[in-house]
C-alpha cells in the first residue's frame, strides 16, 4: 500500500525513533508499504518517521543513481545492487573526509541543497529478517544511509546547512508546510491552508 509521505513541519520527523520490537507481527507489512511508498515517489531511502512513524527503520535501494554517468562503473555496479532495509541501526564510526553532495528528501520537495558528510560509517542492524549486521559502507551508499538514519534521529538534511542557506529556504518550506507544493506523489502536509 502507497503511504503518504510526511511533509516537513509535521512533529514527528522530529521525535528519535524508537528500537523495534522483533515480535511485532505488523514489522513486515510496514516494510513492504515503506519501499512501495519510495519506489512511488522515485525515492532511493524512505524512513518511518516520513510515513509517520517513530520508529528505527529506513529502506534504501540506490539503484536510480547507478546510472549517473559522473560516477565510475565500480560505484556504479554497486549502487545498482544495493537494497537493503535498516532495523534499530546504530552508526557506530563515521569516518574520512567531509564530502558535499547535493540532497533532497522526499519530504521536502524541491528543496536541494550540498551537505557535507563523513565519508565512511560503520552500522549495526537487523536486516529484514532480524539477522544482526555489522558493515562498512562509503561513497554514496554511505550518504543515503547518513541522511535516513539522520531521519530516525529527528534530524533533516536542512539542518545541516548554513544559516545563511537555510535563509533563502524558509519561504520554500514554509510553501510546504502548507501544502502549497505538488509533488507527483501523495504527501500529508503539516498545516495546509483550508479552501485549497
Ligand atoms: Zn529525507
Not at 509521505?5 to 513492504?32: C, F, W
Not at 518517521?49 to 534504501?60: E, H, K, M, N, Y
Request: a negative charge; charged letters at 30%; hydrophobic letters at 35%.
Amino acid at each position: 500500500m502507497i503511504l503518504p509521505i510526511i511533509g516537513y513541519g509535521d512533529p514527528v520527523l522530529r521525535k528519535v525513533g524508537v528500537d523495534i520490537d522483533v515480535n511485532d507481527p505488523t514489522i513486515k507489512e510496514t516494510i513492504a508499504n515503506m519501499y512501495e511508498t519510495m519506489y512511488n515517489a522515485h525515492g532511493v531511502g524512505l524512513a518511518a518517521p516520513q510515513v509517520g512513524l517513530p520508529i528505527r527503520l529506513f529502506v534504501i535501494d540506490t539503484t536510480p543513481f547507478s546510472d549517473d554517468e559522473d560516477l565510475e562503473e565500480e560505484e556504479q555496479m554497486q549502487l545498482k545492487d544495493f537494497k537493503q532495509t535498516f532495523i534499530n541501526a546504530k552508526i557506530i564510526k563515521e569516518e574520512g573526509e567531509e564530502w558535499g553532495f547535493n540532497e533532497g528528501c522526499l519530504s521536502i520537495p524541491e528543496v536541494r541543497e550540498d551537505v557535507y558528510r563523513h565519508e565512511r560509517i560503520t552500522i549495526e542492524y537487523l536486516d529484514e529478517d532480524f539477522n544482526k549486521k555489522t558493515e562498512v559502507y562509503d561513497g554514496l551508499i554511505a550518504r543515503v544511509i547518513q541522511h535516513e538514519y539522520d531521519h530516525i534521529e529527528g534530524i533533516l538534511f536542512t539542518d545541516l546547512i548554513s544559516s545563511l542557506k537555510k535563509q533563502l529556504i524558509k519561504k520554500r518550506l514554509a510553501n510546504i508546510m502548507e501544502g502549497k507544493t505538488r509533488p507527483d506523489y501523495k504527501m500529508k502536509f503539516a498545516s495546509p491552508k483550508k479552501g485549497r
